[in-house]
């Protein structure tokens, strides 16, 4: 049975749904509820039913001592609704809300996805979780206290896994140990998440407007973070994704980018190949992946575009986008430039 719940002091509404918890309802809802475990241990999720009935689920005393059920507080993650309710409780409203923290993960599975890409999913202990927004990062804590970005590829409401798309720096330390050593059951530190290219549900401009998401390459990962968040939060608004790479083979996850824009109206696919090999058979766009941006859109004044991607196909993009009427405060971008670059630019 679907439950009203109404969220204080926001005045936030959503629905659960049958056996949904309060956590994940507000979740679905797009409302970001803090949370940490979603397993009762941890406590992060405790708040207040102003009104309405619960079932508190397997809340520990430990973590929700007697004396705050007594006070009507209750772990979200393992409350169920039975009637309607008013809860009161924190929610994020910015990323810089979201509390950075440090995390032990093991690589759970990693696949070849392209000759140069390796798709890495990351498992962390059971009883941890990383809250994050679509299309934002982690750093891996290397052992000698470097550090290395990258994005999270898997949507915040899929957080059992998180998963990396790893592109092979040439000569690069970390991006060679993820192809040369590293394997299943591994350990790597992250912290995160990081960033402030996330996916904005409603535009600032007017709640419909059209979405273009450009990646370049392993700029997929973010890209497909806030798609399969969208898709979840059955968002109609337009997107359309451009995702280019040299050749045919970089187009690592063509079938599921084809796919998605097969089962959703609101999204298109246009893959683009800058330097397509002789036997790729390849039929679809070719040159540079934001020239084909342009190619289609002669005015991008009425669009949000989020862009990702090396630092040379970014700065053409954002050049020649503005010049075409892109507002720059429309214009989210991701910059995939490694630790070692910058330091070696600054
Ligand atoms: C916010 C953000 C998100 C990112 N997300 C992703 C992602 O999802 N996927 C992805 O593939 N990448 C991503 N990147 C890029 C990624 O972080 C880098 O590719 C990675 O850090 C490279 O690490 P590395 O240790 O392999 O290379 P490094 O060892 O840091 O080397 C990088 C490059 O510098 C060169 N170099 C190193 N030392 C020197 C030197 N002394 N002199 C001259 N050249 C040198 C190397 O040959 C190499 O080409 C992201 C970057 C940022 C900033
Ligand atoms: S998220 Fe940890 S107790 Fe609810």
Known sequence: MAFDIKI????????????????????????????????????????KVLSGKIDPGRAM???????????????????????????????????????????????????VAAPD??????????????????????????????????????????DEILELHIRRMPGGQFTGHVFEELRVRDSLKIEGPFGNFYLRET?????????IMIAGGTGFAPVKSMVEHAIHRK?????TIYWGARNA????????????????????????VSEPGAGDDWRGRTGMVHQAVLDDFADLSGSDVYLCGSEQMTIAAR???????????????????SARQLVLTE
């Open 249 to 272: 083979d970089g187009l690592y996850m063509h079938d599921l980018a084809l796919d998605w824009a097969a089962e959703h109206e609101n999204i298109r696919y246009i893959p683009v």
């Open 61 to 111: 005393d430990s973590v929700l001592l007697p004396s705050e059920r007594e006070a009507g507080e209750a772990l979200f993650c393992c409350a169920t609704p039975l009637s309607d309710l008013t809860i009161e409780c924190r929610e994020f409203e910015a990323p810089g809300e979201i509390k950075v923290k440090q995390l032990l993960s093991k690589v759970k599975r990693m696949y």
């Open 117 to 158: 890409v390796m798709v890495v999913q990351l498992e962390l202990a059971a009883s941890k979780r990383l809250q994050f927004l679509a299309g934002q990062y982690v750093d891996i804590l290397l052992d000698d206290g470097q550090r290395r970005a990258f994005s999270l590829a898997t949507a915040p409401h899929d």
């Open 319 to 337: 050049r020649d986008f503005v010049k075409r009427g892109l507002p720059e405060t429309h214009l989210y971008c991701d910059v995939f430039c």
């Open 8 to 47: 204080s002091p926001s005045g936030h509404h959503c629905q659960s749904q049958d056996g949904e918890t309060v956590l994940e309802a507000a979740l679905n809802a797009g409302f970001l509820l803090p949370y940490n475990c979603r397993n009762g241990t941890c406590g992060a999720c405790k708040g």
């Open 235 to 239: 968002l109609q608004r337009s997107i």
């Open 203 to 211: 535009s600032e401009a007017k709640p419909d407007q059209p979405i």
